[in-house]
T-cell receptor, first 115, second 115 residues
Framework: NAGVTQTPKFQVLKTGQSMTLQCAQD?????MSWYRQDPGMGLRLIHY???????DQGEVPNGYNVSRSTTEDFPLRLLSAAPSQTSVYFC??????????????FGAGSRLTVL | GNSVTQMEGPVTLSEEAFLTINCTYTATGYPSLFWYVQYPGEGLQLLLKATKADDKGSNKGFEATYRKETTSFHLEKGSVQVSDSAVYFCALSDPSSGSARQLTFGSGTQLTVLP
């Protein structure tokens, strides 16, 4: 059971470039989300989805786009990278209802540097 | 809004020492509380949780009790091991704020255990 798989693990971009961070889960979780982790700030929610075709903004959505065309995949797109987007990005998923609804399974992270 | 405040780190202990990491929270409703752990180079994983006042979560020798009167969820372990070296995050989910699956995280506490 692979859990939550994120690619790439590391990426360096120049200011203004675009890229997509990939996230896939094989647990049939309805809920998927993206967080960024910055020193001294914990994790902050960027975007989330409660099911295929449904997405919503989190705490820090500016500069990022998401889509959810299948239950398994939830890519995060950086439209025009800025140095302020240098961070470690985590994808996480969970069931939508029941006791497991608020227990997130995290991917291993993607470290992005914007020069 | 909701917030989680964690004890400042880093924390360095000798093996077999007693560990306490303080966590206090602010929430509008009746949140569930969590401790997540992040080992070097990995994503976060759930350590323990508590869903209502006076509940005690426990796992791998770690314990935390949900104290509504002091709005706290302090993490404790009686005898730490080198393998416990990691970053520990306190978090809450508050259904009254929109979604039970959206977690608010503290800033994290780095723990290093020396042999």
């Amino acid at each position: 059971n692979a859990g939550v798989t994120q690619t790439p693990k590391f990426q360096v971009l120049k200011t203004g470039q675009s890229m997509t961070l990939q996230c896939a889960q094989d647990m049939n979780h309805e809920y998927m989300s993206w967080y960024r982790q910055d020193p001294g700030m914990g994790l902050r929610l960027i975007h989330y989805s409660v099911g295929a075709g449904i997405t919503d903004q989190g705490e820090v959505p500016n500069g990022y786009n998401v889509s959810r065309s299948t239950t398994e995949d939830f890519p995060l797109r950086l439209l025009s990278a800025a140095p302020s987007q240098t961070s470690v990005y985590f994808c996480a998923s969970s069931y939508a209802q029941g006791a497991g609804a608020n227990v997130l399974t995290f991917g291993a992270g993607s470290r992005l540097t914007v020069l | 809004g909701n917030s989680v405040t964690q004890m400042e780190g880093p924390v360095t202990l000798s093996e077999e020492a007693f560990l306490t990491i303080n966590c206090t929270y602010t929430a509008t409703g009746y949140p569930s509380l969590f401790w997540y752990v992040q080992y070097p180079g990995e994503g976060l994983q759930l350590l323990l949780k508590a869903t209502k006042a006076d509940d005690k979560g426990s796992n791998k020798g770690f314990e935390a009790t949900y104290r509504k009167e002091t709005t706290s969820f302090h993490l404790e372990k009686g005898s730490v091991q080198v393998s416990d070296s990691a970053v520990y995050f306190c978090a809450l989910s508050d259904p009254s704020s929109g979604s039970a699956r959206q977690l608010t995280f503290g800033s994290g506490t780095q723990l290093t255990v020396l042999p």
